[in-house]
């Protein structure tokens, strides 16, 4: 598995969700299989496949999480910014809706576009990286050619 780059805060995060999964969603998966099963024959007893699916998916991304995190890179935010990097705070506005909207650029592992964490890998991210303010960016989305300007670039304090 290649290296998987990281800031300090989503490390922590990933590694408490872990932490999360192993000490408190896996005891209770057991719990849950082991009352399960106490309702009788398992071949139609849905709260058993319940808990079966439950285990495989809790199961599932503990071993996710541990190949990620076993091949992190913390990467360093910068201190100060002239272009659009990982850790970077960005502020676009589309083009076309005139709409504006704030990004923290980080990797995949990271990104939440709820939180306005924005994925380097997505078609967006992947045409900021190295932009300036005052750059134009153009990227195709599903619903076809979308186009964005650079407003603001600064560091993330968050």
Do not use: W
């Amino acid at each position: 598995m290649s290296t998987v780059k990281l800031t300090q805060r989503g490390y922590e995060k990933l590694h408490a969700e872990l932490r999360e999964l192993i000490d408190v969603r896996r005891p209770q998966v057991m719990v849950d299989l082991v009352q399960a099963r106490e309702y009788g024959d398992i071949s139609e007893n849905a709260e058993y496949e319940t808990a079966k699916r439950d285990q495989g998916m809790t199961e599932g991304r503990i071993h996710e999480l541990e190949a990620i995190l076993s091949t992190v890179e913390i990467i360093e935010l910068p201190k100060k910014v002239t272009e659009a990097v990982i850790g970077a705070k960005i502020k676009v506005e589309n083009i076309d809706g005139g709409k504006q909207k704030e990004y923290v650029l980080v990797c995949e592992q990271e990104a939440h576009l709820e939180d306005i964490y924005l994925s380097v890998e997505s078609p967006l991210g992947k045409s900021l990286l190295g932009k300036k303010s005052g750059e134009i960016v153009e990227f195709m989305a599903p619903a076809g050619l979308r186009k964005f300007k650079v407003i603001q670039i600064s560091v993330y304090s968050g």
